[in-house]
């Protein structure tokens, strides 16, 4: 299967701060995403982006399919930004299953 | 806006007990997933279904059962549960393929 490679693991900010995440598939993926969980473990969608880019208030994503990597913006970090940051893609040889990264945890200090 | 339901935030049950866990939702999708989250090992599949009564193993499937009788609803089974099955489940839903996945808000399960 697909390898899915999230960096950094770990990133620590002060609040106001700016961060790229950035997510590489070892294959190409016609669908890819990037979920944020929070403290009591839910994943909430970020982004549904499998090209292109895509801006939500002061988060961004883009997706460079052709090279097989996805970064994430979030610029002017929050405490409330604190949490794991996940991409997911969808081989092209797989029906149904999702492959995960391992996920980018995010602490952002007030 | 989509919205996929678990049925319990938090169980406690003890070893060799039947445990089920639901998932419903309400965007008429075709595909439901289970997966369990456990640290160091990421998110991997149980089972997923791709229509009603329909399911197929995914990574992990020993010692789970899934059913599938309406197209709204997904349930996981644990029919004798273990102290290793102790984890966070997460179930989530799909329209179809390709196409974005959306969660439920988990059940952690902690089995004595």
């Known amino acids: 299967g697909i390898q899915v490679e999230q960096s950094p693991p770990d990133l620590i900010l002060q609040e106001g701060a700016n961060s790229t995440l950035r997510c590489n598939f070892s294959?190409?993926?016609?669908?890819l995403q990037w979920f944020h969980q929070n403290p009591w473990g839910q994943l909430i969608n970020l982004f549904y982006?499998?090209?292109g880019t895509k801006q939500n208030g002061r988060l961004s994503a883009t997706t460079v399919a052709t090279e097989r990597y996805s970064l994430l913006y979030i610029s002017s970090s929050q405490t409330t930004d604190s949490g794991v940051y996940f991409c997911a893609g969808l081989p092209w040889g797989s029906n149904y299953k999702l492959t995960f990264g391992k996920g980018t945890l995010l602490t952002v200090n007030p | 806006d989509v919205k996929v339901t678990q049925s319990s935030r938090y169980l406690v049950k003890r070893t060799g007990e039947k445990v089920f866990l639901e998932c419903v939702q309400d965007m008429d999708h075709e595909n439901m997933f289970w997966y369990r989250q456990d640290p160091g090992l990421g998110l991997r599949l149980i089972y997923f279904?791709?229509?009603?009564?329909?399911?197929e193993k995914g990574d992990i499937p020993e010692g789970y059962s899934v059913s599938r009788e309406k197209k709204e609803r997904f349930s996981l089974i644990l029919e004798s549960a273990s102290t290793n099955q102790t984890s966070m489940y997460l179930c989530a839903t799909r329209q179809g393929r390709p196409g974005e996945l959306f969660f439920g808000e988990g059940s952690r399960l902690t089995v004595l």
């Open positions: 982006i499998p090209s």
């Open positions: 279904s791709y229509d009603v009564k329909m399911k």
């Open positions: 294959d190409s993926v016609n669908n």
